[in-house]
Each structure stands twice: as C-alpha cells, then as structure tokens.
C-alpha cells in the first residue's frame, strides 16, 4: 500500500502491480520505499523468481515540493542539533547501494547527492545464493507455510 506522496503516482497499489520482468540479464523486479522492508513481499517476488530487485532510494530537496507546501518554504533545516540555512535543504537523501546474494555490500550507499548508480554484478552469485539459503525452494516449508498472494486489480470505486 503506497503511502503519502507515493500515491500521487501508483494509486492505492495491489500486488497487480509488482510484477517480475525477465530481462537478458535475468528476472527483475522492483519496489518501493519502505517495501523493501516487507518481509512477505519479499517472499511473493521471490515465489515470482526475481533476482534483481530495483529500488529507488530518494534524494529529494525542498524545491521538489509544489508552492505552498510547507516544506518548500522551509529555509532551515536541523543537522545533527546545529540550524543550517539552505536555499534549497536537503530533505530525503538517497543512499541507494546494491548487495550481493549473501548480504555482502557490493556499492556502498552515496548521500552526497542526486545520482545513478552502477554495479558490475556477478551472475553466478545467483545459484550459489540460493543453494546457501533458497527460502522460496529447500528451505520454504510448504509442510507448514503458505503465503496467500491476491494477484486481482484493487479499485476504489465500482459501477453496479
């Protein structure tokens, strides 16, 4: 479920809308803010087979904001108990990295500002991944749990 500003552009969201894509690199799959930390929609895009998950980790500055809105006319902000003056204060900042299939850090986090990150990835870290912990495969438990996933299109209003 979308929250905030998140909604002006996907809606309410439902899990119509967090497919799998497969690409020449391999099955892709991205989220949202914090979905990341969803623990059971990690487990529906891993069931899809995903071995990429994109997410775009927000840097976002005042001016981002429309007129009028009050954090657009903020000129101060609060660093580590000190007031800094900015034209245009940084309010979300980013720290997007990548990591391997084993936790590892590949690309650190950069909160320097706006950018693109790039990571070589190493393909065969996949399987080898999977083999260590497959919580989708040898180590999903179907004896005992079972994530129930509504794939149907969420509308806020119908006719009759």
Same mark, same amino acid.
């Given at each position: 479920?979308? &929250? ?10 439902d899990?119509?809308?967090?497919? @799998?894509?497969?690409? =020449? ?13 969803? !623990?059971?929609?990690? @487990?529906?895009?891993? &069931?899809? *087979? ?11 500055? +005042?001016? +981002? /904001? !429309?007129? *009028? ?7 101060? $902000?609060?660093? %580590? *108990?000190? &007031? @800094?003056?900015?034209?245009? !204060?940084?309010? $979300?900042?980013? %720290?997007?990295?990548a $990591? =391997?299939?084993? %936790?590892?850090?590949?690309?650190? !986090?950069? /909160?320097? %500002?706006?950018?693109? +990150? ?7 870290? $996949?399987?080898?991944?999977? /083999?260590?912990?497959?919580? @989708?495969?040898h ?5 005992? /749990? ?6 149907? &299109? ?7």
């Amino acid at each position: 479920m979308p &929250t905030a500003l998140e909604r002006v552009v996907w809606g309410l969201g439902d899990a119509s809308m967090i497919p @799998v894509i497969e690409t =020449d690199v391999g099955k892709i799959g991205a989220v949202i803010c914090w979905e990341n930390y969803m !623990p059971l929609l990690r @487990v529906a895009m891993y &069931t899809k *087979g995903r071995c990429f998950v994109l997410s775009a980790c927000q840097y976002l500055t +005042a001016s +981002a /904001f !429309p007129e *009028g809105h009050p954090s657009r006319n903020s000129d101060e $902000i609060l660093a %580590g *108990g000190n &007031t @800094v003056r900015s034209d245009d !204060p940084v309010l $979300i900042r980013g %720290g997007s990295c990548a $990591i =391997d299939p084993f %936790g590892n850090v590949i690309l650190q !986090p950069d /909160f320097s %500002g706006e950018k693109i +990150a790039v990571v070589d990835c190493d393909l065969r870290e $996949i399987p080898r991944g999977k /083999f260590d912990l497959d919580t @989708v495969g040898h180590y999903a438990r179907p004896d005992i /749990f079972k994530l129930v996933i509504n794939e149907d &299109t969420l509308a806020t209003a119908s006719s009759e």
